[in-house]
């Protein structure tokens, strides 16, 4: 009978324990972390250029550039395809000129000055099919204003390593008597030395910043917290380093330049951009900015080109007046006599025009037929770069733009 009961209170007592928390000498939450960097092991993408044959399966241009016996067609993170240019109205392509991580170029002459990563590289192309690198910039690109970090690099056994990301581990619970804060030495075994030889395409890389404008022949960048000019017209490579005046300039690292209508226009944040030497700052809020133009007859007015939307910024000299549409997938800008060109999966031509004393944007014309990523005009040709290669068209009459044979 004693046993009976002996067992009934266990039952019992294991019951109420079911009941009520254990209660410990102290409980308290903790929450920590703990960042691990990424290593870029740089010796196989800081490397010399490589001249292959055209590429058949091209990706998408973001850029076309050219002097007087060719056209240079960049595609980002690849290299640049070249074309020789046969005759007015065409140009036959010769060869691929392989430079990975490539994001900025430009050409003046016969000096082709493209990114290589954080490097500047100058490079003869007289002969494409020869080109060889005259002279590299070492971490030319990874320059910023006070405000920013450098993309940290260093040396490590004789090999070139940059810091481009890092993996956070965060550990979160609850500390008591018998359960102790955890260390990190289970992820330090992990990610304690996290090198790669490739940028993970999944890891977004803000840095390093890059762009090229050709000016009258001379070429300007950004490198070394100024505005630079790079010459190689003496035979030797020279950076002069300009002065240039922001408003906001101390605390913006910009991501990328052009020159366009007589303008050097300053990308920053991605979506952003401001004009050398003034006051005016504009954003497109939430999106990717692709291109700028100025209007040609209306200072301080602009159309910007984002990853929807096609975005008029126009100033009285005190306010700033917005007015967008739908950009129908474009990714490049030109203006013609202030009529803006679009160009995506089709050539879309519009006018600003005033309207309720506010200037808007008003689609004119499209032409279903012409399609790209990339285009440049010289004289009254329109050049177009598509996956399919170059083409040209006659654009001397914008109501009726005809392709060329």
Request: hydrophobic share 40%; charged share 20%; net charge negative.
């Amino acid at each position: 009978m004693k046993n009976v009961f002996f067992i009934a209170l266990l039952f019992v007592l294991a019951a109420c324990e079911e009941k009520y928390e254990v209660i410990h000498r102290y409980s308290r939450p903790y929450n920590l972390t703990k960042d691990y960097p990424i290593y870029l092991d740089a010796s196989e993408i800081l490397v010399d250029i490589q001249v292959k044959p055209p590429v058949d399966n091209k990706g998408e241009a973001f850029k076309i550039a050219s002097n007087d016996h060719y056209f240079f067609v960049g595609e980002k993170m690849k290299g640049i395809h070249v074309y020789e240019k046969t005759d007015k109205f065409r140009a036959d392509p010769l060869c691929f000129i392989e430079c990975k991580h490539l994001k900025a170029f430009d050409v003046a002459d016969n000096i082709l000055y493209c990114n290589n990563f954080v490097d500047l590289l100058a490079i003869d192309v007289e002969n494409p099919l020869q080109a060889k690198i005259i002279h590299r910039e070492a971490n030319f690109f990874n320059k910023y204003s006070s405000s920013y970090q450098n993309m940290m690099n260093y040396y490590l056994n004789g090999v070139n390593m940059y810091i481009i990301g890092y993996k956070t581990i965060v550990l979160e619970g609850i500390e008591t008597d018998v359960n102790p804060v955890p260390d990190f030495s289970e992820y330090d075994a992990l990610y304690g030395n996290m090198i790669v030889k490739q940028i993970p395409d999944t890891l977004k890389v803000d840095k390093p910043c890059a762009g090229f404008a050709n000016i009258d022949g001379k070429i300007h960048t950004f490198g070394y917290n100024s505005l630079a000019l790079c010459s190689f017209a003496s035979g030797v490579f020279e950076i002069i380093r300009t002065s240039i005046s922001f408003y906001h300039y101390t605390y913006v690292t910009f991501d990328n330049l052009l020159y366009k209508n007589g303008k050097i226009i300053f990308f920053w944040h991605t979506t952003n951009f401001s004009i050398s030497s003034s006051d005016y700052n504009y954003g497109v809020s939430g999106n990717i900015l692709l291109d700028v133009v100025p209007l040609m007859n209306q200072e301080n007015n602009y159309i910007a080109l984002s990853d929807s939307h096609l975005v008029g910024f126009f100033t009285d000299g005190v306010n700033i007046y917005h007015d967008s549409m739908d950009s129908f997938g474009s990714t490049s800008l030109l203006n013609v006599n202030d009529t803006i060109l679009a160009l995506g999966a089709r050539l879309m031509l519009y006018h600003c025009s005033l309207r309720n004393n506010k200037r808007s944007i008003e689609q004119v014309k499209q032409y279903r037929n012409i399609s790209g990523t990339s285009m440049l005009k010289e004289g009254d040709v329109l050049i177009v770069a598509s996956k399919q290669g170059l083409s040209f068209y006659d654009i001397s009459d914008l109501e009726n733009i005809m392709p060329l044979p």
